[in-house]
């Protein structure tokens, strides 16, 4: 039925945006004239799978520029089907296909080529959202998705954002497109570097103890390049442990952020959140609060039982993660 359901939003989409784009199609794994096909499935924290389907087709002669160098294309498609974890239940679809193009000196996106996406929602409690932004450095544009995901607990209720992620598709002047897509559950892979877990215990009161482990992940590719005006990826994970006055495990949870930055422009955005309620009564929200392109960070609440109350009231306090410029990361609680 999961199968199924995936194909028949890839028809749909595909019937309605032949109204947008006459040549648009989505691609097909045997079909000749595709480079490319990427597929990854993440696993959110408020209990949605997303399967991403990322096409990129073989190299394509555009024209001459000025100076008479060659310029090429490239055609990216995008295809996300989100499902609920626990049934398999189909609840939305997700379409964007673009133009990246280069020339050995130079790569752009082609705006002629670049669609709006397209999303169906199919579940009454559940809506997701999706859109892009376009970054470009002397050697990179990047088209970056963020998706966010909404649920209202009944027909009575507002949504309410429970989670997101985002996908970055990143080309070089050269041609050679790569992607960035992460998520909490994401295993350390060889192209990442993971620095030392840092870790303080802070005294919230007579019976509770906040113990906190950090450690950023980095990734290598980005921080071998000798050209500073690249846009590069840094996550910060963030396990923080509730404990009582004799050491023993009261609650804990797992948070992380993810952040692109450009050292050389002074960018730094937050690209998406994600966490993990692990053990014991505790509640977190995270949200990413980008104002600019130079301002940005994670920001979220911690609800925890408080040990010291008879009547199951919670302790709450704020958590903010920032990180500059520079790629350099700070986590603060408060209250």
Known sequence: MRKVLSQFMSLLIFLTSLGFCPSLVVADELRPGWEIRHKKSVVTCSGIDCVSDIN??????????????????????????????????????????????????????DEKGLMKDVTYNFNNYWEITACEEVCTSKEQCIISQRVGMYKRDSSLHNLENTDEFHIDVICSTKGEVIFNIKSLDTSPKDEEKISEPLVNTTKINKKLFREVSEKDIEYISDLNNSNSDRYRYISRNVHVIYKDSKGNLYADAVIQATFRYNIETREVQCLSTSNEEKNGEIDVLMRTGNETRTYGGAYGEIKVKDPNSIFGKNHKESIIIKCDSEGKITTQFLG
């Open 56 to 109: 990129v087709s073989e190299p394509v002669f555009d024209s001459l520029d000025a100076s008479g160098n060659e310029t090429y294309r490239k055609k990216i498609e995008i295809k996300n089907d989100f499902f609920l974890s626990e049934n398999n239940d189909y609840i939305s679809g997700n379409f964007l296909s673009f133009y990246f193009i280069y020339n050995n000196n130079d790569v752009t996106i």
